[in-house]
């Protein structure tokens, strides 16, 4: 009965492949280079940010089949965050507070990325938005090709099946 009660669920195990593969990507040289991310706390985490924004938005989209591994992703995401605070020195006393901040803008972010993929084929929108948060106003030229691979990425995760998700077997563009 212990066995049962401490061991993982799947979709759990599942989120944790999938915040993996959404961690790697995120690390990837060419957002950093060719497309101008900045290399900051703050670029990193608007990077990363995206990156869990579009495959929660591609499991969202696979129906109900894929909302438990869609909220184990978002939870270890927060776990994720919780952690990398404590490890940059933040007191325990202010962790609740950094981290209330923090879930404010994630989802404003979920909200601005949803509004700029419904207004799509008008990419303005996106690229404004990448504007605001990826590059804060410092490199408007980039933002093109960042809606370019945020759209290319997107299109990719359309097109792989459920399972891939479930196994945490899918793959992403590269950047």
């Known amino acids: ?3 049962r009660l401490f061991r993982p669920r799947p979709e759990r195990e599942v989120g944790r492949a999938l915040y993996a593969r959404v961690v790697d990507q995120s690390r990837e040289p060419g957002l950093y280079g060719a497309l101008g991310a ?3 706390v703050e670029g990193r985490f608007e990077v990363y940010t995206l ?3 579009l495959l929660l938005d591609r499991l969202n989209r696979l129906g ?5 591994v869609s909220q184990a992703l978002f939870d270890t995401y927060v776990k994720a965050l919780d952690h990398a605070l404590r490890e940059l020195g933040v007191g325990d006393l ?3 507070r950094k981290m209330r901040r923090l879930g404010e803008a994630f989802f404003g972010r979920v909200k601005s990325y949803q509004a700029a993929f419904a207004a799509l084929p008008d990419e303005q ?3 404004d938005l ?3 948060t990826v590059y804060a106003e410092a490199a408007v030229d980039r933002a093109p090709a960042l809606a370019a691979y945020v759209l290319a990425q997107r299109e990719r995760l359309a097109g792989q099946a459920l399972e891939a998700y479930l196994q945490g077997a899918f793959a992403w563009g590269p950047a």
Do not use: E, F, I
Not at 64 to 68: E, F, G, I, L
């Open 1 to 3: 009965m212990l066995n």
């Open 38 to 40: 900045p290399d900051t």
């Open 51 to 53: 990156h869990v924004v």
């Open 64 to 68: 109900p089949q894929a909302k438990a």
């Open 94 to 96: 202010s962790v609740g």
């Open 125 to 127: 929108p996106l690229r």
């Open 130 to 132: 990448l504007t605001r």
